[in-house]
């Protein structure tokens, strides 16, 4: 017999790129006819548009690392 309850709300959101535009979409993610803002979609990330742009570093990962790893040198002298 098969469980029941046992799988996430699938419903419908609003899917918002980078450019501003929009689209609809069903997901587990939110509530239902929420809105999930990308910070890297399809018109901004490298890997799509041939490395021609810059990524944004919104949540510092990329600054903390250089941070951390700045006196390390490998293999320079």
């Given amino acids: ?3 029941q309850d ?3 709300d699938y419903h419908f959101i609003q899917v ?3 450019d501003g535009s929009k689209y609809v979409t ?3 993610y939110g509530k239902p006819n ?3 803002n ?3 979609d399809p018109t901004s990330h490298p890997a799509w548009t041939g490395g021609s742009q810059q990524l944004l570093d919104r949540g510092g ?7 951390k ?4 040198s490998f293999g320079q002298k």
């Fill in 69 to 72: 790893f700045a006196g390390i």
């Fill in 38 to 40: 990308l910070d890297i």
């Fill in 61 to 67: 990962r990329v600054s903390r690392f250089k941070n």
């Fill in 6 to 8: 046992i799988h996430p």
């Fill in 34 to 36: 929420g809105t999930l």
């Fill in 1 to 3: 017999m098969p469980k």
């Fill in 16 to 18: 918002v790129m980078t």
């Fill in 26 to 28: 069903r997901s587990t």
